[in-house]
């Protein structure tokens, strides 16, 4: 009787309760004559199949120190995909910007991308073993110029699809499918690749080769989903007279810049803010797996482990953060966890153990929900309609700058001090950016959620 009541109890907070209910009803394909809701429904689906890659992607930097892959490499994987970004984003746009049509260039650059995926599986059998490690780095930092052209046109065309009342609902949903897939496949790949060793056809690095095939199918389903998306035509924004020839002077180039941060003074801010926060977590991207892996002698069945458990945490994170948004908004909610956020390189500095790492790493992605819901539904609104794509990837040329230079300050610091020093200054960095987000706060007018207008 007992276990009766517990099993209803779980089946009514796992199927039955408003989030799940909802999460359902997103997921069932609406009618035709409704072209909002059957493009979410696609999104919902093709991000289902994207998660099968990015469960494999998960282990790109496990499988390049497999390989034999250096410290200064692991931090190039992180660094110099960043450092092409910043000199992408920006032309990137204005490319999209002056076209109409601009979903045969997002996803053909997607498609470029994911071929990559396949290379990666093909390159233990063409690179002599002594290259591989240095091989795969270079292949995973060339698919990255497709998947920054990609990125400047995606999250535009998501808010062109999306209303704003709704893109709470459907981020948050998009995450949690996400995570609950990458959850599920990350785990159960980190068991296969450390149970793959003692199977005759399956040894390494053949046991990757395999994770990388069946990441590959999912993201040619996914594309196939995408394609399926209605976009409408975009605005096409024409070039400004100087890109015909005419170079503006210096002090044109200074005015320039004080006008725009005089009237854009709310991007200003969060990209100012966001440069600093986000700076602490760049530095340590690398450092992270060089101490996992090199000084804790974490397993590739740790690591699946690990990226599972984070994933249940985000998982979780959406569900409550979306409905939490909706009682505090998207102003409250970054303030209260962004330096929530930070506490994660001091908990892993103090507690390098790989049980308790496994714990930090759930409760930070509990909280990191909040933060990039809100951080991002923020941006969105402080970038002007017709020049989002413009807007945003500046925002991301300043984030690659930053993201270019930590990982190489990283590895130099881990080769320096000793590595739990390095994760103290990164968590430093993230307290300094979350201090800023407080002391420069970036407010933005509130809109009606998706549940109020249903």
């Known amino acids: 009787m007992g276990f009766s009541r517990f099993?209803?109890?779980?089946?009514?907070?796992?199927?039955?309760?408003?989030?799940?209910?909802?999460?359902?009803?997103?997921?069932?394909?609406p009618a035709a004559h409704n072209p909002v809701e059957r493009n979410?429904?696609?999104?919902?689906?093709?991000?289902?199949?994207?998660?099968?890659?990015?469960?494999?992607?998960?282990?790109?930097?496990?499988?390049?120190?497999?390989?034999?892959?250096?410290?200064?490499?692991?931090?190039?994987?992180?660094?110099?995909?960043?450092?092409?970004?910043?000199?992408?984003?920006?032309?990137?746009?204005?490319?999209?910007?002056?076209?109409?049509?601009?979903?045969?260039?997002?996803?053909?650059?997607?498609?470029?991308?994911?071929?990559?995926?396949?290379?990666?599986v093909m390159l233990p059998w063409v690179i002599p073993a002594q290259y591989q490690g240095a091989a795969l780095v270079w292949l995973?930092?060339?698919?990255?110029?497709?998947?920054?052209?990609?990125?400047?046109g995606f999250n535009p065309l998501l808010a062109d699809v999306i209303p704003e009342r709704d893109r709470a609902r459907v981020f948050a949903n998009r995450n949690i499918i996400n995570g609950m897939v990458v959850a599920t496949l990350t785990f159960l790949a980190g068991r296969w690749l450390d149970r793959a060793a003692q199977i005759d056809w399956a040894t390494f690095p053949r046991n990757f080769q395999i994770l990388y095939v069946i990441g590959f199918f999912g993201a040619a389903t996914s594309s196939w989903y995408l394609l399926k998306i209605k976009v409408p035509d975009s605005k096409v924004i024409a070039p400004e007279p100087q890109e015909h020839g005419a170079h503006p002077r210096p002090a044109q180039i200074i005015a320039n810049a004080r006008r725009f941060v005089?009237?854009?003074?709310?991007?200003?801010?969060?990209?100012?803010?966001?440069?600093?926060?986000?700076?602490g977590d760049w530095l340590l991207a690398p450092v992270y797996t060089i101490f996992f892996l090199r000084h804790l002698g974490?397993?590739?069945?740790?690591?699946?482990?690990?990226?599972?458990?984070?994933?249940?945490?985000?998982?979780?994170?959406?569900?409550?953060?979306?409905k939490w948004i909706e009682q505090l908004g998207h102003n409250r909610t970054l303030l209260i966890t962004i330096p929530l956020s930070a506490c994660y390189p001091f908990l892993v500095s103090l507690f390098p153990n790989l049980t308790l790492i496994l714990i930090w790493g759930i409760f930070i992605n509990l909280i990191n929900p909040g933060v990039n819901l809100s951080h991002f539904n923020i941006l969105l609104k402080l970038c002007p309609d017709e020049r989002r794509a413009s807007y945003i990837a500046t925002y991301s040329a300043i984030m690659n700058a930053g993201a270019f230079i930590g990982p190489l300050i990283g590895v130099a610091l881990a080769d320096w001090l000793d590595i739990r020093w390095v994760l103290v200054i990164g968590g430093c960095f993230r307290l300094l950016g979350a201090g800023l987000f407080h002391l420069f706060k970036v407010q933005v007018k509130e809109a009606a959620s998706a549940e109020a207008h249903s």
Do not use: H, K
């Not at 260039?105 to 290379?119: D, E, H, P, T």
């Not at 005089?262 to 700076?279: P, S, Y």
């Not at 590739?300 to 990226?307: A, F, M, P, Q, Y």
């Open 7 to 29: 099993w209803a109890s779980l089946r009514y907070r796992l199927v039955e309760t408003p989030w799940a209910r909802s999460l359902r009803a997103g997921l069932r394909a």
């Open 40 to 120: 979410i429904w696609y999104l919902y689906v093709e991000v289902l199949w994207a998660a099968i890659l990015s469960a494999a992607a998960a282990f790109n930097a496990t499988f390049a120190v497999r390989l034999g892959a250096s410290n200064q490499m692991i931090g190039w994987l992180s660094s110099v995909p960043a450092l092409l970004a910043v000199f992408l984003y920006i032309p990137a746009a204005r490319f999209l910007e002056r076209r109409a049509r601009r979903t045969p260039w997002i996803w053909g650059s997607l498609f470029l991308a994911r071929v990559g995926y396949g290379l990666i």
């Open 140 to 152: 995973l930092i060339a698919i990255s110029v497709p998947s920054t052209f990609f990125a400047t």
């Open 262 to 279: 005089a009237d854009n003074r709310g991007f200003v801010r969060i990209t100012a803010n966001t440069l600093a926060f986000g700076f």
């Open 298 to 322: 974490a397993s590739d069945g740790w690591v699946g482990l690990n990226s599972t458990l984070a994933n249940v945490g985000v998982i979780v994170g959406y569900t409550l953060w979306r």
